[in-house]
T-cell receptor, first 115, second 117 residues
Framework: DSGVTQTPKHLITATGQRVTLRCSPRSGDLSVYWYQQSLDQGLQFLIQ???????AKGNILERFSAQQFPDLHSELNLSSLELGDSALYFC??????????????FGPGTRLTVL | AQKVTQAQTEISVVEKEDVTLDCVYE???????LFWYKQPPSGELVFLIRRNSFDEQNEISGRYSWNFQKSTSSFNFTITASQVVDSAVYFCALSEIASGGYNKLIFGAGTRLAVHP
């Protein structure tokens, strides 16, 4: 158990809908990351937050947004869902030391299925 | 551009065989970090090892060992006396670091290891 929690574990929804994925980092970690794992794209970095502020963006669609709250939990919002958004979404957390390449610990993931 | 290549898509071995998973990376940075993660059939990503670019010492942890060679930009992973529980997808990753604490992982495509009894 990495100490990172994600809810829900599974999510099935229809095209055009909006969903929210939730992540709680390990105790003491200030950085939260979101990744998407799909069959065709592999594991792709989406976005990073550090202590409530957006730190970096990767291949995140404009239909997707995220935030990190004062208690450090994070939410990833996916809207206007398309079939291609079906994937496993991982949250990871790390201490957040700048420039240290600190280890990212991953949650169990949320499997999103868009029908 | 930074890139991680895991050329072996799938490897199949019989229990107790040794197996090496290859990882080749590309980066222009002088300071970088390399990682291996394991994704068992249950789906979670499990951290195995982190190595920085200044430490070329090989590392051994039980049946696992890692060989880091900067000269060939490789960070290979060997499992000795493989077991069925080692069956998983293994990912090699490179940490891209920039100012301001930007820290993202660039993953290889993964190698699926099947260990048969």
């Amino acid at each position: 158990d990495s100490g990172v929690t994600q809810t829900p574990k599974h999510l099935i929804t229809a095209t055009g809908q909006r969903v929210t994925l939730r992540c709680s980092p390990r105790s003491g970690d200030l950085s939260v990351y979101w990744y998407q794992q799909s069959l065709d794209q592999g594991l792709q970095f989406l976005i990073q937050y550090y202590n409530g502020e957006e730190r970096a963006k990767g291949n995140i669609l404009e239909r997707f947004s995220a935030q990190q709250f004062p208690d450090l939990h994070s939410e990833l919002n996916l809207s206007s869902l398309e079939l291609g958004d079906s994937a496993l979404y991982f949250c990871a957390s790390s201490v957040g030391l700048a420039g240290a390449g600190d280890t990212q610990y991953f949650g169990p993931g949320t499997r999103l299925t868009v029908l | 551009a930074q890139k991680v290549t895991q050329a072996q898509t799938e490897i199949s071995v019989v229990e107790k065989e040794d197996v090496t998973l290859d990882c080749v990376y590309e980066t222009r940075d002088t300071t970088y970090y390399l990682f291996w993660y394991k994704q068992p059939p249950s789906g979670e990503l499990v951290f195995l090892i982190r190595r920085n670019s200044f430490d070329e010492q090989n590392e051994i942890s039980g049946r696992y060992s890692w060989n880091f060679q900067k000269s060939t930009s490789s960070f290979n992973f060997t499992i000795t006396a493989s077991q069925v529980v080692d069956s998983a997808v293994y990912f090699c990753a490179l940490s891209e670091i920039a100012s301001g604490g930007y820290n993202k992982l660039i993953f290889g495509a993964g190698t699926r290891l099947a260990v048969h009894p």
